[in-house]
Structure formats: C-alpha cells, structure tokens
C-alpha cells in the first residue's frame, strides 16, 4: 500500500517532466499486445493501471514477464509493485553494455526515501559485447541472478523491451543488507555486532518504520585491540555493544546526501546522543568530522552511509579491568569474582594491581575455586615479564600464620612464562588504566603442602627422606617458614660427617632445624648488599647474604661462615618456601671429632692400632688437625698387621700426616707435601688415577720414592680440621723396607770413588750405583702391577713427573677453576670458609657408592622416627 502511494507520487511527478507521446510511433504496449504470449501480462497491466505509465514514459526498458512466468506466481505475491519494479528509466540494449554489471534505477520509488528510484542491478554474461540487435547470444540476468533476458532487444519507439524467464525480488530492507554483510564486505565487523541484536530489526520491522544506519568500515574498528573488539563480541558485551550499534542508528528518519530536509540539524541517535548531520562535498558529513565513504545506499526502509571511523571516541566504552577479563575470555573466572562481590576491584581502573586471568579454553569453561581466587591478584603493575619473579598474591593464609602466599613466575627454555610453573602464561601483560591483566591457561591452585611440593625436588632425596624419617613434615615448624633443602650432592661433599650426622635423630634435627627460619624468606628477599639476620626453628639466629647474581648463599652461623649454591629456589609451599642449598652449613653447636668420625665409618681396627702403638691419643683427639689415611677393617684384617707387629708405630705412623699452612687447597689436590710421623718420610697425591682412585707419592730421599695407589672410599673433616680419608691399602711394610736408610757408599760413593783410587775404581762404583737404581726401578715397577694399579695412568703420569718435577697440579674436581683469593668473592666452587664442610675435598665421595673395595660399605642409617620437634 505504502508502496503503491509512493510509486504514484513518483510518477506523477515524472509525467510532468515528459514530452507527450507521438501517436503514429509503436509503443512498447504495442508490441506485447502484438504477441500472443503477453496476454495475461497485458490483462495484468490493464488491471493494475500501468498501461498509462508505460505509454507515456520515454527511453525506459520493460523487463517483461511472459506469460508462462506469471502463471507460476504464487498468488500472494505483489505484483503491481514487482512489475513496476521492472521499468527502468534508462534504455538497455544488450550489445551497448559496455560494463560487466552496471547498476540501473528502477520507476519504483522506495517508502523511505520516495524521490529516490529503487536499484536494479544488471549483469552481462558473455564476455565480448555483441555489436548489432542481430546478433543473438548476449545473455543478461537481472537483480541477484534471479532472472535471465530470454529473448533481447525487443525495440520500441518508447523504450526496450527484455523478455525475462522470472520476476526479480525487491531489494532487501535495512536489516537485511546489514545482517547480510556479517560474512563479507569490508563492514563485516559492524554487521557481526548488528546480528547480536536482532531486537532492532525485529522493531523496525514491526513499526513499519524507517532509519538511517551509520556503519563504520572494518578499519574503523582498529582504534579498539582485539580484547576490546572481543569483549564487544561476547556476551558480556551486550550492553555497551547496544549502545554503541544505537549511536550508529538515526531510528524513524532517513537522512540522505540530496535531501534538503533534515540536513544541517542535530538529531538523536537511538542509543540517546546527538548527531550532527550536515551535507559535505564527498557525501554527508556527522559531528561535523566524518564524511561518509558511501553515501545513500537505499533499501526498502531506508539507506546507509559508510564511514571511516566511529561517531564516538574509545572513551565511550568505558573500558575497565572487567570488561578487558571478559574481553580475553576470562568469563567464569570473572563471573566467580562478581558472584563473590569483587566489582569494585574490577570496576575500578585507577587500584594499582596485576590480576593473572585464567582463560576459558575454547568452547568449555575454567573451573576457579572461590578459594583461590585473591591468589590470582598481586598489588602492583607488572606491565612486562622478563625473567623470573616472585611476587606477592593478595591471599593471606593461616598456614603461613597470616602472611601472604606467593605466586613464582619463571620462564622456561623456549622463552615462555609460567606461573606456579603449571599455568602457561598466553599472552603479555595487558593494561588497563592500573591494573595490568596476565591471561593464563589454566587456573592457579594454592602452592601444596610441604610433603607435596619437596616430593617434587628429587635432587634433594637425602634430605626428604631426614625429614620423613623426623616427623617435621607434619611439624607445626614449618608453618610460616624458610627452609633450606641441601641437596644429594651437599651430603656427598661431606662425606663421613654426614655418615656422623644421620647416625643421631638429634645432631640431624639440630642440623635441620638450624637451616630453617622462622619467617618466608622468597628469592625477593635475598640481599647481595647486606647481611639479613634471621631466627632459626632451633633457637639460634643466622644471617645470609647472597651473591650479586643471587647464585649463591653465605650462611654466617656465629663463628662459622658457610657459601652454598643455591639450586632449586622459591619452591613454594602452603607454609612457606623452600630452597635446595649444595653445600650443608654446620651449626657451631654440632661439633664433629676424629673420633666420630671413625666411628661413622666403623673404623675400629685402625683405631685399636693406633691406641696399641700408643699414637691414639695424640692422632684422634678432639683438637687433632692430622690428616688421618686409615686403612678399612677388612684391609687391615687381610694385612700381617697386628698389635704384635714389630715397628707398629712406624707402620701407623705412615699413615698419619701432619698439616702444612703451605697454601694450595686440600689434601686430595695433591698441591701440597705432608711430613707423616715418620721422620724424614713425605708423601703427596702425585695424581687422580680415576674417581676416588689416587696416586700416593712417598719420598724419603730425594732419589727414592715410592708410587703408591690408593682409593679413598669415604672422607671427612672434623670441626676441629682433622680430615679422616678411608682407605683401602695399608701403606705397606715393605715400603718402608725399601726405603731404610741408604748405605753408606750409595749415599757417599761418587765422593769415595773420586779418592786416589782413580778413575777406573770409580767407574766401577758408579756403574754399580746406576744398577742398584734400575734394578730396584723395576722391582718397584712390578709391585705396583701386582697392586692392580692402573699402569696405563700410571706411566702417562710418571712422565709428566719427569718433566715438569714438582709442578704437576691436578684438580680433584676436573674443572678449570681459578683460584680467587677475594674473601668477597662467593663463587659455586668456593671452597668452605672455615671447617663447616671439606668443599672440593671429597666432592667424588658418594655415601651411598663407596666402590667395590670396601666390603663393609653400608647404607646411609636414616634417624629413627622421633616425634620431639625443633623447639622439643
Ligand atoms: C531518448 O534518448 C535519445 C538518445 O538516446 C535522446 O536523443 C532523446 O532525447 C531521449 N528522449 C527523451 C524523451 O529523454
Ligand atoms: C547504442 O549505442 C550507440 C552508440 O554506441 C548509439 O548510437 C545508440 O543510440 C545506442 N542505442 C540505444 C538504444 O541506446
Ligand atoms: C546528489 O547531488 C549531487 C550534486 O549535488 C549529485 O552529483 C549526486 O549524483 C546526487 N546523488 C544522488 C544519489 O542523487
Ligand atoms: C574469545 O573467544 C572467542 C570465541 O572463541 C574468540 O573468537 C576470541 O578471539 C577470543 N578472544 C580473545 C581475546 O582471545
Ligand atoms: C702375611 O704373612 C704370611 C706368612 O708370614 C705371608 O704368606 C703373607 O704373604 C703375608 N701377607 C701380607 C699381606 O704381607
């Protein structure tokens, strides 16, 4: 109906503008009433009263139905209005059309916008144009490939005629063309918001009314971030979305670039705001800044007009934590927050925090305990990762009595973030006024109990299965605290003290305890400027510094300054942190003697030689500093030695060495000579044979040695310096033989021989002299092969001594490491400072592989289970 008028009001005053008709000329009703297969269709124009409107029009074309087509119609169709739709007011003969399509106008006016004639868009088929009315094969179709010109050209004096196998549909309506381009175009972005909203075309619909859409093009949308563009997607969005699709959208108005109505004002937008429209050179222009990109593009109930950018700013949006959280996906960890009253924390843009978000995966939902949800937030903006960092949550806890729980990013070889080394951290940080927003993929769960969390240090067995073994695991201990974990490697540098320490439950917890503080110390805490002093769960206070590189730790325990490395750190746990340590700091209070040393060994049969040859209460006192190489009790009982043995003294005496202040590092290192308590017999480590097997260079002379191999199965150091090497030779007698007191004419000969005498006599002698040396060489030589020595080593070794003398170093440890002096200087190979523990010392001992030799080797003892605490 609204049609109809329209199309009257059009054409009336089109008929104004045209010339009257010629009477004598054919008109295109002439031609179909000519031709039986337009009879209905002239019926139908009769009845609809278009037969005038055709007559009197000039240069148009008619898209004619036959009849054949308009039998088929359905009977509910308009077709008054779809067969004015079909007069075009320009004439198109089909060999003119240059274009592969060209858009045309039809007589039919829309009711939005009645001066403006309806589209009617055309497209030739073949791809050369035809170049006369003869010329048969040029196929058009016409409107949206519905129909096809069946027979062409059909020429009156009035206009064309083009014979169509089917009536084309009416352009769509506003909603339509924009629901339409959801999938394509170059506004899809604005159409896939349109679509969310089908409650504006449903009204429009509805009311029968009219609008005028503004739609931004796709490149509009880059002042949003995908976040923002994503949160106006999802359906945490609809508010804003609605509005930002109502200030797009002039309802019950359709404002066009040549309308002289309504241009120029200041009209209201559906979402409330005011629209400046005013007419500019290029189209239309809003606000008086953006010009329209395409203008008065027409559908049935009303136009549209592209334009580059929004009619609002970016701080229209009001964007804020929360709608950055749903942005990212973030939904049910956000829908957790509201539902638990956290809006103001995220509604509030100017709070300084990091919230780490975890991400919905796609399609399913993030399961967020309402426990854990503080954890996710820390005060302060992180607004880069760049490396580890241990930082604040907002949760705080009981079992950390009340402080708050930590959260540990770490980065791993391919350069990605982890939190608690278990969320993937998905994307940098995002910023938001404050607050900064980290996307996880996977919600944080609370750091696990102790038990849990050092189940995960395996390279710290010795030192969980002491703690299993004392209880403190479920020890109110260690609630609220730091806990330094040596590791496997710690025990094995100290070799038979740690042998002394596991054999007691107290000296062990004493140990533990010691290395346990009564606060959360994190990585963060660590100071390489500083001494900081802290209480320890046994009573005692200890002071810790690092170095700059945060590498390595200095424990000052009273007297005793202790350097480990440190491992694993900020391994956190519900009551704390713990931190693996390589080295074992000694408290002051536990002191370590010979004596229990040799005990943790179960040296006894040594030990009763050593008291029989009345050298035990000297050697092993409380104060020794000897070096103590005492042989294993299956070596000694294998050995002609017993209390019996003539020159006791002097045979256990070998194996006793006093120490020298020479400076060169420890006994093993072989940098240094050692009286032993034999008077005028030295001896060194000449060489490292392999793990734990050595080269034992005894001189007594300086023309006569001894190569002797020995493998240290186990060491120790006492607190006062004694260092106990468990051995598996006894250095033997028949050393001592060999090298008695030189004759008196080897010693003197080529003096003797140099006599009146002459030469002759002297030649004698020293022939005799180098025989007794390569004879006794050799004797040497087969010895030690019968001692199962490497001989391979041992020659390659034995030249370098020739060569170089005295100066061959070997390193214990097989590294290259410089030796640094600077007291400053807390390096991972440092060796201890004081008599905490050996270092390098024994560092190839393991407690719990002592080698084929020593057949009494045992298992690491662990304490029996005790129940007392640190504090008991
Ligand atoms: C029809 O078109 C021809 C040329 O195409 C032109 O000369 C003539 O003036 C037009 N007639 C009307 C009535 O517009
Ligand atoms: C077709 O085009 C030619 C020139 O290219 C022109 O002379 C002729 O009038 C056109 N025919 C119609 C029907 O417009
Ligand atoms: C509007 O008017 C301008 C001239 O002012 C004209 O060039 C343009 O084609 C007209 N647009 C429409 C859609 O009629
Ligand atoms: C959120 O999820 C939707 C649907 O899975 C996805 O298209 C969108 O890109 C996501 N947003 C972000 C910021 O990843
Ligand atoms: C011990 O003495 C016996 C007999 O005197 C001898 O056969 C054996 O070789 C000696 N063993 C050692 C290790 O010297």
Redesign the pocket.
């Known amino acids: 109906m609204r049609l109809s008028a329209a199309f009257i009001t059009g054409f009336c005053a089109l008929l104004l503008a045209l010339p009257a008709p010629t009477m004598a000329s054919i008109s295109i009703v002439d031609l179909l009433s000519s031709s039986p297969d337009f009879t209905l269709l002239v019926r139908v124009l009769q009845r609809t009263g278009l037969i005038p409107v055709l007559n009197m029009a000039r240069n148009v074309t008619f898209f004619a139905p036959s009849d054949e087509v308009l039998k088929k119609l359905p009977t509910d169709f308009d077709i008054p209005t779809l067969l004015q739709y079909l007069i075009i007011t320009d004439p198109i003969v089909s060999y003119n059309m240059t274009e592969e399509e060209a858009v045309y106008f039809s007589y039919l006016r829309a009711p939005a916008a009645p001066d403006v004639p309806l589209p009617l868009r055309v497209q030739r088929l073949l791809s050369s144009h035809r170049e006369t009315a003869d010329d048969a094969g040029m196929q058009l179709v016409i409107g949206s490939g519905a129909a096809k010109v069946v027979m062409h050209d059909w020429v009156a004096d009035n206009g064309i005629i083009q014979v169509v196998d089917a009536m084309v549909p009416l352009p769509g309506t506003l909603c339509e063309a924009a629901v339409g381009s959801a999938n394509k175009g170059d506004i899809h972005l604005f159409s896939q918001l349109f679509v969310k909203h089908p409650m504006i075309c449903f009204l429009l619909q509805y009311a029968q009314d009219t609008a005028t859409l503004l739609v931004p093009v796709d490149s509009a949308f880059d002042v949003l971030n995908?976040?923002e563009?994503?949160y106006l997607?999802?359906n945490a969005g609809h508010d804003d979305r609605l509005r930002f699709l109502g200030s797009h959208f002039l309802y019950s108005s359709v404002y066009r670039q040549n309308d002289t109505l309504g241009l120029g004002t200041n009209v209201p937008s559906m979402s409330g705001a005011m629209v400046n429209i005013k007419k500019s050179e290029r189209g239309i222009k809003f606000n008086g800044q953006v010009d329209t990109i395409e203008s008065d593009v027409v559908f049935q109930n009303g136009v549209i007009h592209t334009l580059p950018s929004f009619l609002i700013s970016w701080s229209f949006f009001e964007f804020s934590p929360r709608k950055y959280l749903y942005?990212?996906?973030a939904t049910r960890f956000t829908d957790e927050l509201l539902f638990h009253k956290y809006d103001s924390v995220l509604d509030d843009t100017n709070r300084v925090q990091t919230i780490f978000a975890p991400?919905?995966p796609?399609?399913g939902d993030m399961p967020v305990s309402a426990k854990t949800l503080e954890y996710h937030f820390t005060d302060g903006l992180i607004d880069s990762l760049d490396g580890s960092m241990i930082l604040p949550s907002r949760l705080s806890l009981p079992s950390l009595r009340g402080r708050r729980q930590h959260i540990l990013v770490t980065i791993d070889e391919n350069g990605e973030f982890w939190i608690d080394g278990k969320s993937k951290v998905l994307r940098a940080p995002l910023l938001i006024g404050n607050t900064a927003i980290i996307?996880i993929d996977r919600a944080l769960d609370l750091p696990p109990s102790l038990h849990y969390a050092a189940g995960s240090i395996f390279e710290a067995h010795t030192t969980l299965q002491i703690f299993e073994s004392l209880g403190l695991f479920d020890d109110d201990v260690v609630k609220g605290s730091t806990i330094f974990f040596p590791d496997d490697s710690a025990w094995e540098k100290i070799g038979s003290v740690a042998k002394f320490i596991l054999s007691s439950s107290d000296v062990a917890k004493e140990l533990l305890c010691s290395l346990m503080f009564t606060e959360p110390v994190y990585s963060s805490d660590f100071n390489s400027a500083n001494s900081s002093d802290y209480e320890t769960a046994a009573g005692t206070r200890v002071s810790i510094k690092t170095n700059d590189s945060k590498t390595s730790i200095k424990f000052n325990m009273g007297n005793v300054e202790t350097v480990a490395s440190l491992g694993s750190i900020d391994i956190l746990f519900d009551g704390g942190v713990v931190h693996t340590i390589s080295s074992i700091p000694i408290p002051e209070s536990i002191n370590i003697t010979p004596r229990q040393l040799l005990d943790a060994e179960h040296i006894t049969s040594f030990v009763e030689l050593l008291e029989s040859a009345s050298l035990a209460k000297d050697v092993i006192a409380d104060d020794s500093q000897y070096i103590i190489l005492a042989p294993a009790n299956s070596v000694l009982a294998v050995s002609n030695i017993t209390t019996a043995t003539v020159d006791l003294a002097i045979q256990m005496g070998l194996h006793i060495l006093s120490r020298r202040s020479t400076p060169g590092g420890s006994f093993l290192s072989g940098l240094s000579v050692y009286d032993t308590l034999v008077s005028g017999v030295h001896v060194s480590i000449l060489s490292e044979l392999s793990d734990n097997m050595y080269e034992l260079r005894i001189v007594k002379h300086p023309l006569i040695e001894r190569i002797q191999p020995i493998r240290v199965l186990s060491s120790g150091v006492s607190t006062s310096g004694a260092e106990i090497y468990v051995i598996d030779r006894v250095l033997p007698m028949s050393v001592l033989n060999a090298i008695a007191d030189p004759p008196w004419w080897q010693a003197h000969g080529v003096l003797v021989g140099l006599g009146a005498s002459g030469g002759i006599l002297a030649m004698v002698i020293i022939g005799l002299f180098w025989f007794l040396i390569i004879y006794r060489g050799g004797k040497n030589w087969r010895h030690r092969q019968a001692l199962g020595g490497n001989d391979k080593s041992f020659v390659r070794f034995r030249r370098s001594f020739s060569e170089s003398g005295r100066s061959i170093i070997i390193n214990a440890n097989g590294s290259d490491e410089e030796d640094d002096d600077d007291d400053d200087a807390i390096g991972e190979d440092t060796p201890f400072l004081g008599r905490a523990a050996s270092g390098r010392l024994g560092s190839r001992v393991n407690i719990e592989d002592f080698g084929d030799v020593d057949e009494d080797a045992e298992e690491v003892e662990l304490p029996s289970r005790s129940n007392e605490h640190c504090s008991g």
Do not use: A, K, R
């Open positions: 995908d976040v563009l994503s997607m999802v942005g990212l996906n991400v919905d796609e399609g996307p």
